[in-house]
């Protein structure tokens, strides 16, 4: 899971190429490394640790060229070292490559090429591909990859460079997200979008099995036989102020304050000019065949996981469709029960690229079932291969823990849900227009809460030195427990666990005692009776009590330690309004404790591998 940016043309490429990569630091970060093609010479430069080690290497000491690779890494075969980090090269040193994903038959290809007397320097899969392009090169480097790629099994995303063909940048894909940038006399490639931005908005979406031949004048892309691909270009309208910060200290700052505007865009256009309707216009699944759905089965990891569930509870109840939610990771080893034409697979994901999720959406088509995906990143594997899609509109999200992707997918799961519910008759005209009229209330509901974080402040102080932590929830903000634990554990290194509250007599109230922060999603709802009472007992531990309730709720002060308060609406929508004081005091925690908020340690923000 790392990032990976090159370019061919007349400008300096380490320049374009720290600029990619620091947009792509999101991606992984143990090590950052370049290569440079220049004067007959090709010259790799590597360190440990975060971009900025790689910058002030090449600011000492430059490295000039017009060719160049660039790779910002996250270990996953050989610990992170500088030996480890790519770019990666062959015996001769005269070709290098930057590589995303896993070579899954490396050690038998290693074998081989060792025994053809190949010698080693790193512990990576990626050193093999080196070795093998070494092997089948002949004077031209395009074949050469074509051929030594024919005997790789596994993932990647490759960018090739040799020393004697300056004027030629190959690149390959194979499960591993991977995008050309058309210039003026100029190409690159990069992992994702915002890596290129500054530098175009016209983009080539590679497919698996496809490499390409980058020169200054053009492309040329072909399968791995040579078979010359017709590919589109597409104009990419996303704003590039839209990846920077914005005047906030941390991206997820930003992003959780982007929230208002993200669900606003996440819903505009969608809502029927009637105001009792949705349009969903990338579903490619006919009315017809909607309306034979009896099942519905979501895939997801992580947050996107527990805006499935979310999902769940929405969909059960507006459409009376059994609904199942899925680990991924679980879904595609479990050989799982589908039925075409009666089930219908929903992944949900921000970056669209995560290893098990694609696998899943894969097995659900390959039993002939419909996929349709919530999706954030356009044009992203999982949003290319789904039967139908639902953008999320969040834009690129670029601190590791997601916020408001994960809104964006519980709004857009209420589209859907009122989209069902319409088809199969379980939501007339008045219910979905009373839905929809107060979905639409949220983004301003969320810039008020958004307005006034002293309480969750209070509480950072109060408790930034808790070695563990709980969330309770019960119905709809179940998940919404399950989400504060997450963010928590990951921004802030404190030991988090989520839980329905009404488990909490089934084993994690023996954790309670004076030092436990509890907090407890108590909005006005259905189940707030039995969430007080579940208050009420750990009060009667001496556990810490931080309540999220309904403004007005004078009540609740009486057994809480601290209230954090959001304006009032229907409990399907809660979870809207939840999210946003739990994320701010996840931020806040890992501020006071002085954490990396955007890059905490171990994660990478898109999963591409298992
Ligand atoms: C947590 C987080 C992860 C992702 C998960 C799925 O803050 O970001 O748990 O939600 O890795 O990623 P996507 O949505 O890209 O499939």
Redesign the pocket.
Known sequence: MCGIVGYIGKRDAVPILMEGLQRLEYRGYDSAGAAVVSGGKLAIRKKLGKLRELRNSLEETPLPGGLGIGHTRWATHGQPSEINSHPHADCSGDLCLVHNGIIENYQELKKQLQAEGHDFKSQTDTEIVAHLVEKYYKGDLFAAVQRALLDCEGAYALGVVHKDEPGVLVAARCGSPLIIGVGEGEQFIASDVPAILKQTREVIYLNDGEVAKLTSEGVIVTDLKGNVADKEQVHIDWDAEAAEKAGYPHFMLKEINEQPRVIRDTLRGRIAKSGDNVVLDDMNISDEELKGIEKIIII?????WHAGIVGKYMLEEHTRIPVEVDIASEFRYRNPILVPGKHLVMSV???GE?AD?LASIREAQRQGVKVVSIVNVVGSTIARESDGVIYTQAGPEIG???TK?YTSQVTAFYLFTIYMGRLNGTISSEKAAKLLAELQTVPGMIEEILKDQDVILECAEAYKEAVSALFLGRSYNFPSALEGA??LK?ISYIHAEGYGAGEMKHGPIALVDDKLPVICVAVKSAVYDKMVSNIQEIRARAGKVIAVATRGDEDIHRHADHVISIPQISEMFSPLLVAVPLQLFSYHMAIARGCDVDQPRNLAK??TVE
């Open positions: 997801s990891c992580g947050t996107a994901t921000q970056s995560t999720t590791v823990a997601s992707a997450l963010k990951e898109s999963v």
